[in-house]
């Protein structure tokens, strides 16, 4: 029996190793295999080299040779030009100028490194093998990064990448935070290791790992109170991904900086293991109305969403009937809110109420005394599941502007002027990359500063980059208009800029309104001015919305670069010509070839001219490019005419002025044959009886088109009590006939 055993299984392998001969075209695997052996630890290494600084260059004389296996990988963005290695006595991290080093030295590959005149050093804090590179400010030599070919001279692979070689270094948070002497330095820094049971300080199932805008620093915390930083890049592919919640074990790469603080770099999210990621009262899983009541006076805190259905009527302090609430907004009182699971109940004992604290953000923007729109929407609070008013209720609620999300925004500035001059996106404004990896940024030219994006140097194509404005009360403000300037360099005609109304400033919920404003071009390979968008009416929205600039790009091998400068909404109402240039001539249009003078109700003089009105079709003195009044209404404009003669120029001069004028804005066009249009408009202070020259603005447009009505916007800031404003053509063509007219409507000024 053993011998006919012994035949079979002779047999089997004769026909496994044909069948594996079969197999012809598959190359042998390639096992790599180092020519030298490490004779020093990592450990030994480290603190043979080491001194304290935080910057320093050396060089290894010694026949030295170390070795270790890779701990660390940049596949997911979150390393940037670094590998770290790690043997059973420390680990140790090298500085390398190249992306993707994981295609090369994967996790667990072992690395055999020769020392002999490589560097060793620091960068800030860091201990690192790098190359040296001189750090002017401080006049010191410090550890740069050597390219990956400078590497790969003085690193030999062994054997295939070996996962069960990369072991984590149980390590807890006040082992290392609070200790920066060189011994704990040596030991910790570069390590691979792992903390137990931490959670990540203010995980609430929303919050990411990092913001769009810039790396971020988050904090895990242990029983006992003790944070560590955890650096996370703005670029990492995990980036947009929320925090883990409840508590798990965190392992990763421990490193220093230069002001003796400790972090951790993640490889990836696989790195975070073991939460339990119970979301239930957090923003994205928040309780409802039925679950907030039957956890009543359980201790429980946490969000809450429902829909707004009243407030309690004045002088109640117990809720105990539905008549102790108003169910109809406005309410008399701005200081609670009754929050349902429909917006159709009307039983109290089916509601929870929670206050608005007085002079929070939370009654500034919730009240339905004053936002009585708000009747029936959708809420989301935040706080403690316990009595309030001796009804169902939500406390704690601190009315901070992190404890509360409305599904329809109120309040907001009535007035905001944005010049985008500084190193950080404003206050208020909000970055959102919805796709890939790029997205807006601060930036200046010549002095001046302005918000831009592009596509340029990013990885991750398609990409969408929104930039919205703070919450604009279109409602409440006194000019409800909207302006900016658009500038592109580099056009290529792919990338596109678009602006829209937002009813709120998240992009993923949000209800959009498209706008047509004037956006900069440029031919390809060139750029533009900053270009106008013109003066952009909003009066036929009511309430409260953002703006919404959307970039969008797919992937090519050029991109626009579009920048976005001077943003201006609302401020005080404007002083117009609107409706005054109607009242010249009695308000009856003159022939387009009929030149006089005009006088309005309100003072204004017109010398050679003529009086436009717009309309549906060109049929003089009837123009459809003049367009309506840029008042919302849905009334035709009139214009002014001026003749461009030498001979006999015409001429518009105002009123007398008082408030100053902070901004002018106006229409302007040709409306013959004619496409050059070029004239001035002077501004005179009118107190003595010479008037006295202050400031000219010249508008010249040699492209201009027939019939096509083009905006001008100009800031002029004089605050002065008597001003006049003069209008009067150049005459470009220094013709004696009139092929210089041209016409000027929707005259409107901002005061000081």
């Known amino acids: 029996m053993k011998r006919f055993n012994l035949f079979i299984n002779a047999l089997l392998l004769m026909i496994v190793a044909v069948g594996c001969n079969e197999d012809f075209d598959t190359p042998p695997m390639v096992v790599p295999h180092a020519q030298h052996q490490a004779n020093m630890t990592i450990a030994d290494f480290k603190a043979k080299y080491w001194q304290d600084g935080r910057n320093f260059i050396d060089t290894c004389k010694e026949d030295t040779y170390i070795h270790g296996w890779v701990t660390s990988s940049d596949e997911e963005g979150n390393i940037y030009k670094h590998l770290y290695i790690q043997d059973e006595t420390g680990g140790l991290g090298i500085s390398i100028d190249a ?12 690395i055999v490194i020769s020392m002999k005149d490589f560097w060793i050093g620091k960068y800030n804090g860091e201990y690192l093998i790098g190359k040296p590179e001189w750090y002017a400010a401080q006049s010191v030599w410090e550890a740069g990064r050597m390219t990956l070919d400078q590497f790969k001279e003085h690193a030999e692979l062994e054997g295939l990448p070996a996962l069960e070689k990369i072991k984590p270094v149980e390590v807890n948070i006040s082992d290392v935070v609070g200790h920066s002497d060189a011994e704990i330095q040596l030991k910790y820094q570069g390590q691979f290791v792992i903390i137990r049971d931490v959670e990540w300080e203010g995980a609430d199932g929303e919050m990411t790992y990092s913001e769009s805008g810039s790396s971020t620093t988050r904090n895990i915390k242990d029983e006992e109170g003790n944070v560590l930083g955890v650096n996370n890049s703005n670029y990492a592919n995990f980036r947009g991904d929320p925090l883990p919640v409840g508590k798990g074990d ?5 490193y220093m900086t230069g002001s003796d603080k400790w972090g951790l770099y993640l490889r990836d999210t696989n790195d975070c293991i073991g939460f339990d990621n119970d979301t239930k009262g957090y923003i994205t899983d928040p309780w409802t109305v039925p679950e907030a009541i039957e956890l009543q006076n359980s201790g429980k805190r946490g969000w ?5 259905v009243g407030a309690v009527a004045p002088g109640v302090t117990q809720v105990a009937s539905n008549s102790d609430i108003e169910w109809e907004a406005p309410t008399t009182l701005d200081n609670t809110l009754v929050i349902a699971p429909s917006a159709d109940v009307r039983d109290y004992s089916k509601c929870i109420a929670v206050a608005l604290p007085q002079g929070s953000s939370f009654r500034r923007d919730a009240s339905l005394r004053d936002f009585p729109e708000l009747l029936g929407t959708q809420i989301w609070v935040k706080g403690t599941l316990a009595t309030f008013m001796d009804m169902a209720g939500i406390t704690d609620n601190t009315g901070s502007i992190d404890e509360y999300k409305l599904s329809m925004m109120t309040g907001g500035v009535t007035e905001l002027d944005e010049p985008f001059n500084g190193t950080s996106v404003p206050e208020g404004w909000k970055l959102v990359k919805t796709k890939g990896d790029k997205d807006w940024y601060m930036d200046s030219f010549d002095d001046n ?7 340029y140097k990013g990885t991750q194509p398609p990409f969408e980059a929104w930039l919205i404005s703070p919450a604009l009360d279109i409602k409440n403000a006194g000019r409800k208009e909207l302006s900016f300037q658009t500038k592109v360099r580099y056009y290529r005609g792919t990338d596109n800029v678009e602006v829209f109304l937002m009813s709120t400033n998240d992009p993923a919920t949000a209800e959009f309104i498209k706008l047509n ?22 009066s036929q929205f009511e309430g409260t919305y953002c703006v919404g600039f ?21 401020g005080k109402a404007l002083l117009q ?7 010249m001539n009695g308000g009856t249009p003159t022939s387009q070839t009929s030149f006089g003078d005009l006088i309005s109700n309100k003072g204004w003089k017109a010398t050679n001219a003529g009086l436009l009105v717009g309309g549906n079709s060109d049929a003089p003195p009837t ?27 015409g001429r518009l001069i105002s009123p007398s002025i008082n408030g100053g004028i902070k901004t002018i804005s106006f229409s302007y066009g040709c409306v013959l044959t004619e496409s050059n249009v070029s004239f001035v408009m002077n501004f005179y202070s009118n107190s003595s009886a010479n008037p006295v020259l202050v400031k000219t603005i010249t508008i010249t447009n040699t492209n201009a088109v027939k019939g096509t009505p083009y905006n001008y916007m100009e800031e002029v800031n004089l605050n002065m009590p008597d001003l006049m404003i003069e209008v009067k053509p150049l005459s470009p063509s220094q013709s004696t006939s009139n092929k210089d007219r041209f016409a000027i409507w929707n005259i409107m000024w901002e005061p000081m």
């Open 99 to 110: 992306n993707s080093i994981y295609n090369s030295y994967r996790v667990g590959q072992e």
């Open 250 to 254: 965190v392992q990763g790469i421990l």
């Open 304 to 308: 809450v969403t429902g829909y707004i």
């Open 449 to 455: 500063g302005y918000i831009a994006v592009t596509g």
């Open 517 to 538: 404003p004037t956006l900069a071009s440029a031919a390809e390979g060139g750029q533009s001015d900053f270009i106008s968008s013109g003066v952009i009416d909003l």
């Open 550 to 570: 959307r970039y969008t790009s797919e992937q090519q091998a050029n991109y626009t670069t579009w920048q976005l400068d001077n943003f201006k909404f609302g």
């Open 577 to 583: 010509t609107i409706d005054d240039f109607e009242t």
């Open 623 to 649: 123009y459809a490019m003049i367009g309506k009044k840029a008042d919302g209404s849905d009334s035709w404009a009139y214009a002014v005419h001026l003749n461009g003669k030498t001979t006999a120029p």
